[in-house]
């Protein structure tokens, strides 16, 4: 229980709903509890009116009154259960949403180190099976364990205050039917996760086999693609079978011991009314009705064991990731100034992972309104530099400087609202192009939208599409295509018009006659901005005013377009490759 301890600070907060729905509970079942003493009533009614102690009148008034307390009873009880339920289960409704809430938020506070470590699959499992595990704690096992104790204390009271004897023969069945749902309850548990991971394999396996239709027919190979979803879909099946097998011995087990109950109350109750221990048959019938009353409670003890044990499992699952302490934590929150002064001084950085060092002394500045160029092997390091800019890490010696300002003493907020960045994937999200590229600026007008993605010379392609701007984009609309994705991706990021711009590799799915156009308008937005170019093409970096050559995690060569390329270095080799290449197209 130490795990769900974690769950302590929502009780408190529901505190009041959970209280009314404990009272509810008790005062629902004492209702409930009618019903067997009004039975034993109208046995005894029936008994003296054959017996000639009551007239004809007296006993039909009596057995009218009976039904009625009975019937009045139900009705107040079952108008009670459903309050119970409503605040109760509604209570671990909104625990659920708290619960979620919590680990979304920390999801997002978390490094991107965390997400290298973990699997897609299980941070959306904790989230979601996880959650809706504790949610069964804190909803239907409570209130189960609630009605079950006060069940039990007020039925036993009420059966040895009418037969002491009778009442412990007829409780000794139900420790075993307790014992017995436990244990079979953590058996369906135990093949129901099996089931769980077979449907997500599946799942993923069709997913998988969906997004790449083009390759599998390409290559021809949609028989064997079969056979292979046959195998799992077999395998999944035989673990169903094996939970149904479980599952199908619940209720007669349940059956079995009640009947077993029942039989010990007939034949001990009936062997006390012979020998006159007992008053009337309808203490009998009262007991029965008892039994049958606490069969279903005394089974939920067991259910509700293996539904705290598993809730425990789960919690502590989230505690794992909720205990982790965010790498990159901002450690302002006052407002500081971002400026597009830029210095890396003797950069060291070194991925966790994979423990490649990406970075080894890098130095170099930009000053407020210029504009960078990173070239450069694949692998040189690059991305990086533009990742620690935006901290998405720390880096482990050295200095990076804004204003003067080392990026970790700057609001961190602050610093990635400041940042547009246009990654090497161009990342677009299943929805339309419109908000796609509001993305940047949450309170962009229509016209700012268009005015961006001209800019971005996406505009054109956009206005031909049907629906122009209000395109899905994605699995439930359309593709687009490589080059027509890195343009939105560049209109999201220079809507917001950002002070420092950083572009990763992000115009080589352009032609060189768009890329010319593009950044003939970026020059013109990213007047007084820094920005920050990563390319593999001449032609994206020869206007800027600094570039930088990278090599195995330092920089090779620096200068301008003029001073490099009468260098013999990877500039001058490059520009003379695509100065060639561009000449014999
Ligand atoms: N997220 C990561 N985790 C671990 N190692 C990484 C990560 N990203 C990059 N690396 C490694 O760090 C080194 C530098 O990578 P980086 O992406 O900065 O190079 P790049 O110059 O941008 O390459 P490209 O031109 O191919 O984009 C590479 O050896 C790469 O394998």
Request: charged share 20%.
């Amino acid at each position: 229980m130490k795990e769900l301890q974690h769950l302590n600070k929502y009780f408190l907060k529901y505190k009041t709903h959970i209280l009314l729905g404990i009272i509810i509970t008790i005062i629902a079942r004492l209702f409930l509890l009618f019903t067997p003493r009004y039975v034993k009533k109208i046995f005894l009614v029936i008994e003296n009116y054959f017996e000639g102690t009551i007239s004809k009148d007296v006993f039909k008034t009596e057995l009218f009154e009976a039904i009625l307390y009975i019937v009045g009873a139900a009705l107040v009880g079952a108008i009670l259960t459903f309050f119970m339920r409503q605040t109760i289960i509604n209570v671990s409704r909104y625990i659920e949403f708290d619960l979620k809430n919590e680990v979304y938020d920390q999801y997002q506070k978390l490094s991107l180190n965390f997400y290298k470590k973990n699997r897609t699959g299980d941070l959306m499992n904790r989230i979601t099976e996880d959650v809706s595990r504790v949610r069964m704690y804190a909803g239907p096992a409570i209130m189960y364990s609630i009605n079950t104790i006060t069940l039990i204390i007020m039925v036993i009271i009420y059966m040895y205050n009418a037969s002491p004897k009778l009442t412990l023969y007829t409780i000794i069945p139900l420790p075993i039917l307790s014992v017995i749902i436990y244990k079979l309850s953590k058996e369906i548990h135990n093949r129901s996760t099996i089931v769980q991971q077979y449907l997500s394999k599946l799942s993923t396996f069709t997913q998988e086999s969906f997004s790449g239709i083009s390759v599998i027919k390409a290559y021809g190979i949609e028989p064997q693609t079969s056979i292979n979803f046959k195998t799992l879909a077999s395998e999944s099946k035989e673990k169903q079978i094996d939970l149904a097998k479980i599952q199908a011995w619940f209720f007669p087990m349940m059956v079995l011991l009640i009947g077993t109950s029942n039989l010990f109350v007939i034949y001990i109750g009936g062997m006390q009314y012979i020998n006159g221990e007992i008053d009337s048959i309808g203490t009998i019938a009262e007991f029965l009705m008892y039994v049958n009353m606490l069969t279903w409670p005394v089974a939920t003890v067991g259910w509700v064991t293996s539904i705290v044990q598993q809730a425990e499992a789960s919690q502590k699952r989230i505690n794992e990731f909720l205990k982790i302490e965010p790498e990159i934590k901002n450690a302002v929150n006052t407002h500081t100034k971002i400026t597009g002064n830029i210095d890396f001084n003797n950069v060291h950085f070194t991925y966790d992972d994979t423990n490649i060092q990406a970075l080894k002394g890098i130095s170099f500045k930009i000053k407020e309104g210029e504009t960078l160029a990173i070239l450069g092997k694949t692998g040189s390091g690059k991305s990086t530099i533009l990742d620690l800019i935006g901290r998405l890490y720390d880096i482990d010696e050295g200095s990076i400087t804004i204003n003067n300002t080392e990026i970790n003493k700057l609001n961190l907020n602050e610093l990635r609202d400041s940042i547009g960045y246009v990654p090497q994937d161009a990342f677009l999200f299943s929805d339309t192009i419109k908000t796609n590229i509001r993305f940047g600026k949450q309170d962009a007008t229509d016209e700012d939208v268009i005015e961006a993605a001209k800019n971005a010379q996406v505009h054109k392609n956009i206005a031909k599409f049907k629906n122009g701007y209000d395109t899905i984009l994605g699995e439930r609309g359309i593709t687009l295509s490589g080059g027509q994705k890195q343009r939105v991706s560049i209109a999201r990021a220079i809507i917001k018009l950002p002070k420092i711009l950083l572009f990763d590799d992000c115009l080589s799915a352009v032609d060189t006659e768009t890329e010319e156009k593009i950044l003939r308008n970026l020059k013109k937005i990213s007047k007084g901005k820094t920005s920050i170019i990563v390319s593999h093409r001449v032609s994206s970096a020869k206007n800027a005013d600094k570039i930088i050559v990278l090599d195995n995690g330092k920089i090779v060569q620096e200068g301008t377009h003029s001073s490099l390329i009468n260098i013999d270095g990877y500039y001058k080799h490059l520009y003379l490759k695509q100065l060639s290449e561009t000449e014999s197209k």
